[in-house]
């Protein structure tokens, strides 16, 4: 396994520690949450610099980096959500958004298209980040009580993004629908989902 592809498993590893400081209430827990989200943020940055510029990139990374992304933002939304700094309405969608363009991708890459990254996703992905660090960072300086306004708002303009961004993956990408609901060879190989 090369470095790079080590470092994208690690994210998987973080992201679960991550939820145990949001989770569990322990001396320096908003801290050591912050220390890990950051670090994980550095080794995606790692990584793929790595598998561009050094070891070559791998079918096991292109499909690994992205899912690890996800985990770990989606650990971060789920503890926001038990320490009341997003309604799981908002996580809901966000989650919602995730898996339904994973799955386009996934009906993209069985018709042999690569489905690039639109600028309204990458937009999505600064903002998620930039309003989980903020929120981490806070947590360390005072309870996050004090600014849930502020945080509920920031949840929601992160929550709009997402949906749109989402809808705009499928809207440039409706050809991708023609055709699916003709149905296949009967199989005796198994049965349909």
């Not at 396994?1 to 991550?18: E, K, Q, W």
């Not at 502020?150 to 929550?159: A, D, I, Q, R």
């Not at 961004?165 to 349909?192: D, I, Q, V």
Request: net charge neutral.
């Amino acid at each position: 396994m090369t470095p790079p592809n080590i470092l994208t498993l690690s994210r998987f590893g973080m992201a679960l520690f991550l939820m145990v400081c949001l989770s569990v209430s322990f001396p320096g827990a908003s801290t050591f949450a912050f220390i890990i989200f950051i670090l994980a943020a550095l080794t995606d940055a790692l990584d793929g610099h790595l598998a561009r510029n050094v070891y070559g990139c791998t079918d096991f990374g292109a499909l690994m980096d992205p899912l690890a992304d996800k985990v770990l933002t989606a650990a971060a939304f789920i503890g926001f959500v038990e320490l009341g700094v997003m309604p799981a309405w908002m996580v809901s969608l966000i989650l919602a958004r995730e898996f339904m363009v994973t799955g386009l991708r996934l009906l993209a890459a069985d018709k042999g298209i690569v489905l690039a990254a639109s600028s309204w996703g990458k937009q999505k992905t600064i903002w998620q980040m930039v309003y989980i660090i903020v929120v981490l960072l806070a947590g360390i300086f005072q309870p996050l009580e004090t600014n849930q306004t502020w945080f509920w708002y920031g949840g929601l303009l992160v929550t709009a993004l997402s949906v749109f961004s989402g809808w705009h993956y499928f809207h440039h990408n409706a050809t991708l629908f023609h055709g699916l609901e003709k149905p296949k060879p009967r199989s005796n190989h198994g049965e349909c989902a």
